[in-house]
C-alpha cells in the first residue's frame, strides 16, 4: 500500500494518507478523510465551547443557572443535578430513522429536542463559573481542568492550588502568570519551567530556585538573567526591584522578552518518548503530530490534550484508559471503539454521540446514559440494531448532507460544523485558529456579535493605582475597564472585577492590579505557545555559533565546526526570530 496525496475539499491544499494512516481506517471501518489533519482539527474545536458562559434558566426547574448554552439557542437546557436526576425519561424525544433527509440534519433535529447539561462539570464544589472540569473546590472562571483547589482564572490545569491566571500547568502553588509549566512554587511570570520555586520570569528552565529573569537554566540557585549570584548577593539585588508596581512589571517583561530572543530554543518539548513528532509530549511511543499528551500515548496520530490512549487517531480531550478512538473530542475515559463523539464518556461501541455516558452500541444519540442499541435515541432490540445501522450508514452515503459551501459530509465525517451548537467564536477553535467575523463567515462558520452589556465603568485602566499598596479596598465594588475595550478579538468582556480573594493574593504576593479582563490575560498566555502546526527545518547550530550569529555555542559539538546535519518537524515556522537547535545540540548547550 502506497501513500496518496488528496485535496482537502475544504481549503483546497494537498494532504497525504499514508499506509498506516489506511491500515487504521480499515481498522475502524471507515473510510479515508475528506478534509486535511489542520481542517479537521478546527472542525471538531468548533463543537467544543470552553469559556462562554451565560445566564439563563434551566428548562425543567425555572432555576437561574449558568450555562454554555447562550439564551438565543434553540436548546433544552437542564441544570447539572437534574440533567443527571432520574427526573426525566432520556428516550422520550427518540425518533424514527427517516430516509428522506440527511443524517445530519435529523442529529440537528434531535439536538434541539433532547435536554442538553448546563456545563460539562462534575464534581465541583463552590466552583459553578467554569467549564469542562472535574473535582475542583474554590475555583473562579477555570475551565478544562482536574483537581485543583482555590484557583482563579486558568485553564487546562491539574493538581493546582492557591494561584491565579494559570494556563496548561500541573501541580502548581502558590503562583501567579504560568503557562505550560509544572511543579512551581511560589513563582510569577514562568513560561514550560519545571520543578522550581520562589523564581520570577524564568523560561525552559528545570529546578531553577530562588532566580530572576532565567532562560535555559538547569539546576540553579541565585541567578539574575542568567548570571550567577551570592546568596546574599541575590537578596540584596531583589530586594531593589518592586513588583508591586504595574509599571515595573511592563519595564521587566520588555527587557526580559530581548533577553530571551537571544537564547536557544529546544525544537520541541518532547520528554521520555520514542518515536514521536509534535510538542508538549511525554512518556508516549509512536505518535506522530500529537500535542499536549501527558503519558502512555501509544500509536496514535493528530491527537491532543491527551493520556492513557492507544491506537487512536484525530481527538483532542482523549483518553483515560481508551483505544480506537476516531474524530472526537472530549470523549474517553475507559472507552472503545468511539467515532464522532463529543463529550461522551465510558462507552463501547458508539458513533455520531453528543453526551452520552456509560453506553454501548449508541448510533446518532444525544444525552444518553447507561444505556444501549439505541438510534437517535430510540430504544431497539441487539437483532434491529445491528440490522438498521448498516442501511443507514448506506443512507448516509448515498444521501449526504451537504452544506452552505458546498462541502459533502458522507458517513466517516464528523459533525459539520454549521451544525454546531456554538458559533466559531464561542469556541476553543477561536483560541487555537483565531478569525475575524468576516473570515469566520466566510469559510462557513456562524459568529456571535457581543451582546449589549450597557456597563457603567466605574474605573477607567489609565486611573488604577500603579502599585498595589495604594489600592483600597473599595475596589472590590468597582467595574474595571478592560484596557482593550471590546476592540480586540479575544473574546473581551470590556470590564471586568476584582473579587475578594483576589485583592488578597496581590497584596500578599506584592502584585499590582491587571490592567486585562481574564479573557484577554488567557488569550496573551495562549499567545506565548507556538502553534499546532509543524514546520520542517534543520537546526540552526552552524558549528561555533547560532546560524543567525546571535548564539555562541560554549561547547564543541558532535558535529565539530561544521553546520549540524540534524533535521527535525517543529511548532516553530521558520520565519520565527527564535535560534531552534535539534535535541542532541540543545542538551550540549543547556545541560
Known amino acids: 500500500m502506497n501513500s496518496e496525496t488528496r485535496k482537502c475539499q475544504n481549503c483546497s491544499l494537498d494532504f497525504i494518507i499514508e499506509p498506516e494512516d489506511f491500515l487504521f481506517y480499515d481498522k475502524i471501518k471507515v473510510s479515508a478523510p475528506t478534509w486535511c489533519p489542520e481542517c479537521r482539527m478546527i472542525r471538531r474545536f468548533s463543537w467544543r465551547n470552553e469559556r462562554s458562559l451565560y445566564k439563563r434558566k434551566c428548562d425543567a426547574t425555572d432555576k437561574e443557572i449558568i450555562s454554555m448554552f447562550s439564551t438565543d439557542k434553540p436548546f433544552k437546557i437542564y441544570e447539572h443535578d437534574y440533567w443527571w436526576s432520574d427526573n426525566w425519561d ?155 508596581s504595574y509599571k515595573t512589571i511592563q519595564e521587566i517583561k520588555d527587557k526580559f522578552k530581548i533577553f530571551s530572543i537571544k537564547h536557544l530554543k529546544r525544537y520541541a518539548s518532547i520528554i521520555k518518548c520514542v518515536n514521536v513528532t509534535g510538542d508538549m509530549a511525554m512518556n508516549s511511543k509512536n505518535c506522530h503530530h500529537c500535542f499536549e499528551i501527558y503519558g502512555n500515548v501509544e500509536d496514535s496520530k493528530f491527537v491532543s490534550h491527551s493520556i492513557n490512549l492507544k491506537d487512536s487517531y484525530d481527538g483532542y480531550g482523549f483518553g483515560a484508559v481508551s483505544e480506537l478512538m476516531y474524530e472526537g473530542i472530549d470523549t474517553g475515559i475507559n472507552a472503545s471503539q468511539n467515532k464522532f463523539n463529543i463529550f461522551t464518556h465510558g462507552c463501547r461501541d458508539v458513533s455520531y454521540t453528543y453526551a452520552c455516558h456509560s453506553s454501548s452500541n449508541l448510533f446518532g444519540c444525544i444525552g444518553l446514559r447507561n444505556k444501549q442499541y439505541c438510534i437517535l435515541n430510540k430504544q431497539y432490540t441487539k437483532e434491529e440494531y445491528e440490522q438498521l445501522v448498516p442501511k443507514i450508514i448506506e443512507h448516509m452515503n448515498s444521501m449526504p448532507y451537504i452544506d452552505k459551501k458546498g462541502r459533502v459530509y458522507k458517513y466517516g465525517e464528523f459533525f459539520p460544523p454549521e451544525l454546531s451548537p456554538f458559533c466559531y467564536n464561542e469556541t476553543i477553535a477561536q483560541e487555537y485558529f483565531p478569525l475575524t467575523k468576516e473570515q469566520a463567515l466566510e469559510q462557513g462558520y456562524s459568529w456571535k456579535d457581543s451582546e449589549e452589556r450597557n456597563l457603567k465603568i466605574d474605573i477607567k485602566t489609565e486611573d488604577l493605582p500603579d502599585h498595589i499598596k495604594d489600592v483600597k479596598d473599595d475596589i472590590i465594588n468597582k467595574i474595571i475597564e478592560c484596557q482593550h475595550q471590546g476592540k480586540c478579538n479575544e473574546q473581551c468582556t470590556e470590564a471586568f472585577k476584582i473579587i475578594p480573594q483576589e485583592l488578597e493574593f496581590y497584596r500578599k504576593m506584592n502584585l499590582p492590579l491587571p490592567r486585562l479582563c481574564p479573557n484577554c490575560r488567557h488569550y496573551q498566555r495562549l499567545k506565548q505557545r507556538n502553534p499546532l502546526k509543524l514546520w520542517k527545518r534543520k537546526c540552526q547550530c552552524n558549528g561555533e555559533k547560532s546560524s543567525n550569529g546571535v548564539y555562541q555555542n560554549t561547547i564543541q559539538h558532535f558535529h565539530g565546526n561544521e553546520p549540524c546535519p540534524n533535521e527535525f518537524e517543529t511548532t516553530y515556522a521558520p520565519e520565527r526570530p527564535e535560534i531552534v537547535y535539534c535535541e542532541k545540540c540543545y542538551q550540549q548547550e543547556v545541560v
Open 90 to 244: 432520556q428516550i422520550t424525544q427518540g425518533k424514527d430513522y427517516d430516509f428522506s433527509k440527511p443524517f445530519f440534519i435529523q442529529f440537528r433535529e434531535l439536538l434541539e429536542s433532547q435536554p442538553l447539561p448546563n456545563l460539562a462539570n462534575s464534581n465541583v464544589v463552590n466552583s459553578e463559573y467554569g467549564n469542562h472540569n472535574e473535582d475542583m473546590k474554590d475555583c473562579y472562571l477555570v475551565y478544562a481542568s482536574y483537581k485543583n483547589e482555590n484557583v482563579r482564572y486558568g485553564s487546562g490545569l491539574i493538581n493546582c492550588k492557591d494561584s491565579i491566571d494559570i494556563y496548561l500547568a500541573e501541580g502548581i502553588e502558590k503562583s501567579y502568570e504560568i503557562s505550560c509549566s509544572t511543579g512551581l512554587f511560589n513563582t510569577i511570570f514562568a513560561y514550560d519551567s519545571d520543578n522550581s520555586f520562589d523564581s520570577k520570569f524564568i523560561q525552559l528552565c528545570v529546578n531553577t530556585n530562588d532566580s530572576f529573569g532565567c532562560v535555559n537554566l538547569r539546576n540553579k540557585t541565585n541567578h539574575i538573567f542568567n548570571k550567577p549570584y551570592t546568596k546574599e548577593e541575590y537578596k540584596k539585588e531583589i530586594k531593589n526591584i518592586d513588583l508591586g
